[in-house]
């Protein structure tokens, strides 16, 4: 189970400059920190966010 629910928005700026958001979605907060996208622009499409991982170098005097 997710423990923050964020709402994610579409910003359109029209010729005058005004701003409109629209609601596009939700994304969560998953218990391990990563996040999970759910968009209503794009029908039946889900995202997972995570922290990329640390390269990992071997060592040259093992190699």
């Known amino acids: 189970m997710s ?5 994610i928005y ?3 700026t029209n010729e005058s ?3 409109y958001w629209n609601r596009a979605g ?3 907060e998953n218990r391990d920190g990563s996040f999970t996208f ?3 622009i ?3 499409t ?3 966010l995570r922290e990329e991982a640390p ?3 071997e060592d040259a005097a093992t190699a």
């Open 26 to 28: 939700v994304a969560f």
């Open 3 to 7: 423990t923050k629910k964020h709402t």
């Open 55 to 57: 390269a990992v170098k």
């Open 10 to 12: 579409v910003i359109n």
């Open 38 to 40: 759910k968009l209503d």
């Open 46 to 48: 889900k995202f997972q």
């Open 42 to 44: 794009l029908p039946q």
């Open 17 to 19: 400059g005004k701003s």
